[in-house]
Structures are given as C-alpha cells and as structure tokens.
T-cell receptor, first 111, second 113 residues
C-alpha cells in the first residue's frame, strides 16, 4: 500500500489566494483526520471524518477553513482567503482501528 | 489548559544514555496511549501504543502509563544518534464510531555521537 498520499508537498501562495490541500487515505480506512503543525502550537486537530461524514470540526480555526470528503478515497482542506498566519505543515491521517497513519504533509507558506 | 501537555525540549543526550520523555493529560476518558516519532520533514509514525496502566516493552523502548496520575512516559535505553527526532505523545478516545486523537506538542530529542 502506498500509504496516505498528500498533495502538493509544498505550496507557496500570496495572501488572499485560495489554497486547496488534497489527501488520499489508505484504502479500507474509515476515518480521516486533518492536522496542522507549527512550532508554537504543535499538532492541532482541525477536523475529522468517519465514513466520509464530518464528526467534529471544532478545531477549524475560522470560517476561512473548510474540508470535504466526497468519497472514501479523497478529502480536501480549503483555505479561502489565505493569510500569512496560516503558514504551517498540514497533515492528513487515516485510521481503521487504533493506529493513525500520517501522510508526508503539505508545507504551506502564505506570503 | 490543554488536554495533553508535553515539554517541547529540546533534549540533548550523549549516545548510550537513557532518555525519559513524559506527558500529562487531563481527560480521564482517554483510552489508548501512543508515542509517535517524527523525523525532520516527515509525517509522524507510530512507535508504541498501550491501552492499560503499566509498562510495555519493545526492544530499547518502554512505554509506561499511570492512569491514576494521568501521566505517561517513554524510555529509550542505549540511545543512538538515529533516535534523534521529535517524539509526540498521543491519546485517543472513542467518539461517534471512531477514535479522536489528541497529540502533545512533541519533544525534540538529539542524541550526540
């Protein structure tokens, strides 16, 4: 299995632009998580899905952030409009039981 | 107060030393306790997990959970330069048919050759 696949690996964008991060979970995993990692705040849970249904989005920092999971093999995290303070590494993880498998992350820089 | 607290370090030790990494938590509903290792510019990878209070060994690594004190530890014996990474504790609780995972901020460890 290829593991959790995230794209792009790096994204540099200008403030105000829309940014879309993509995730393909491991086949057969029924839960998907989006995390944001910064030096100051560590790994923060933004939102998670179970069987493609959003369960808890209380970690989404603002209305500028939205996430979708249209099917079991794809999820997106969108930021519109982006701001410099959104710069971070965004991770997607999928699970079937107790172990969460992480992707390689998307390093987002908003200038 | 954060649900999971972890000293960010950094922690520098000489090769061969015993390393102790710790986390405290406030939510008594947490069921699984995990340690993840994250190398620079990589995603976290599961190192160990445990369900109950007590110790669990895997090679040079020992995970310890004390539910009464809400305290977990990871010990690394005979530490190696290849152990240099960020170590994140994580805890999960069952919710709505799945598990919610909460992570500590991570402790950066450097093992000096």
């Amino acid at each position: 299995d290829a593991g959790v696949i995230q794209s792009p690996r790096h994204e540099v964008t200008e403030m105000g632009q829309e940014v879309t991060l993509r995730c393909k979970p491991i086949s057969g995993h029924n839960s998907l998580f989006w995390y944001r990692q910064t030096m100051m705040r560590g790994l923060e849970l933004l939102i998670y899905f179970n069987n493609n249904v959003p369960i808890d989005d209380s970690g989404m920092p603002e209305d500028r952030f939205s996430a979708k999971m249209p099917n079991a093999s794809f999820s997106t995290l969108k930021i519109q409009p982006s701001e410099p303070r959104d710069s971070a590494v965004y991770f997607c993880a999928s699970t079937r039981n107790t172990e969460a498998f992480f992707g390689q992350g998307t390093r987002l820089t908003v200038v | 107060q954060k649900e999971v607290e972890q000293d960010p370090g950094p922690l520098s030790v000489p090769e061969g030393a015993i390393v102790s990494l710790n986390c405290t938590y406030s939510n008594s509903a947490f069921q699984y306790f995990m340690w993840y290792r994250q190398y620079s510019r990589k995603g976290p990878e599961l190192l160990m997990y445990t369900y109950s209070s007590g110790n669990k060994e895997d090679g040079r690594f020992t995970a310890q959970v004390d539910k009464s004190s809400k305290y977990i530890s990871l010990f690394i014996r005979d530490s190696q330069p290849s152990d240099s990474a960020t170590y994140l504790c994580a805890m999960s609780v069952s919710t709505s048919g799945t598990y919610k995972y909460i992570f500590g901020t991570g402790t950066r460890l450097k093992v000096l050759a």
